[in-house]
């Protein structure tokens, strides 16, 4: 497999790009994917220490599904409890819709 730095970084990228592509009024169906998908996730995740960690990580923090926006913030204070526990400087998530949706370059 892939190393965890760079499977981390390839697997936060389709993330976020799926809160910014979410529909900002989803469908009961597509909250209901959208759910779905991230517990399958969290269980085939291919870094198994990241995804005993995220497991409970989400059953402490429920997922929010109900709009574009609240995935996104959702999502970013997932990966900012990552950044923590790495060590990394927490990202602002006022900003996670301009770095993943409308752009900026990294
Ligand atoms: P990354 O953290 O990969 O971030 C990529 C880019 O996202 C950044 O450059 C920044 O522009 C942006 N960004 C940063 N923070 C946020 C945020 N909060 N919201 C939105 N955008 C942001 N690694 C481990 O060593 N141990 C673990 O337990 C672990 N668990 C993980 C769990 C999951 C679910 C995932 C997806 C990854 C995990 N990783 C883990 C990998 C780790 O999070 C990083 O991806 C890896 O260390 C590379 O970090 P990076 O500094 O390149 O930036």
């Given at each position: 497999p892939a190393d965890v730095e760079t499977l981390g970084r390839s697997t936060w990228t389709l993330l976020h790009s799926i809160a910014a592509t979410?529909?900002?009024?989803?469908s009961v169906a597509e909250q209901s994917d959208l759910k779905t998908f991230m517990g399958v996730f969290s269980r085939l995740y291919p870094c198994w220490v990241c995804a005993e960690d995220f497991q409970v990580y989400m059953q402490k923090e429920r997922i929010q599904v109900g709009s574009r926006d609240e995935f996104g913030k959702w999502l970013c204070e997932a990966h900012n409890a990552v950044n923590v526990k790495l060590g990394k400087d927490k990202f602002d998530c006022s900003k996670w819709e301009e770095r993943w949706r409308t752009g900026w370059k990294d």
């Open positions: 979410y529909p900002k009024t989803p």
